[in-house]
């Protein structure tokens, strides 16, 4: 079930994202990009991202795939502001972004990720907008997982991951209709 995240799921949020960040870049980044939070901060970083106990900050939807036992995954969208420094090309097109996408190892290549891309799409189209974009390190070896999705390049920007030098690769989509029908594929 991917519903709306509550304050009560920042532990499950700061372990999903520690454990799939390592996982996925264990061996590609140095171990100080790795090993940057415990998972107390980790958690009391996400609950700073709540106005009260079930709704976010203005501008943010967050959602988690949650089995009935455990939440397993976890992806956040937010608005594009000016501080984000968005060329104004993008910045004029693109009005949210793929923030944040997160699923648990051990949950990974079962439809998780699919599921919560659907419904970040969806509330893209609630909100009357159809582009969204992503940005992901291009170190990270699930980027297969986006082009998948029919992302496509729109840029690169450095980045700073803990005094390691690298880039995102900024991704979009141009229909975010079309993403509504992936939690099936």
């Keep these: 079930m991917i519903r709306h ?3 009560d799921d920042c532990p499950a949020l700061a372990r999903i994202l520690i454990s799939a960040t390592r996982a996925a870049f264990r061996g590609l980044v140095p171990d100080a990009c790795l090993n940057w939070i415990a998972p107390e901060e980790s958690a009391a970083n996400w609950a700073r991202n709540f106005a009260d106990d079930h ?4 501008g943010y939807s967050l959602f988690v795939a949650d089995t009935g036992q455990e939440v397993v995954g976890f992806a956040m969208l937010g ?4 501080e ?15 923030r944040v996408l997160q699923v648990d190892p051990a949950w990974q290549r079962q439809g998780v990720g699919r599921r919560l891309v659907s419904r970040v799409a969806a509330q893209v189209d609630e909100a ?3 582009h969204l974009l992503v940005r992901v390190l291009v170190e990270n070896p699930n980027m297969a997982f986006y082009e998948r999705l029919g992302a496509i390049e729109l ?6 991951w803990e005094g390691y030098l690298t880039e995102t690769l900024v991704l979009g989509w141009e229909d975010v209709r079309r993403l509504m029908d992936q939690s099936t594929g």
């Design 155 to 160: 840029g690169r920007r450095p980045y700073d």
């Design 55 to 58: 709704s976010l900050q203005p």
């Design 79 to 82: 608005e594009i502001r000016p």
């Design 128 to 130: 009357g907008a159809t």
């Design 84 to 98: 984000d420094g968005f060329e104004l090309s993008i910045a004029r097109r693109y009005s949210h972004e793929l």
């Design 5 to 7: 995240a509550h304050i």
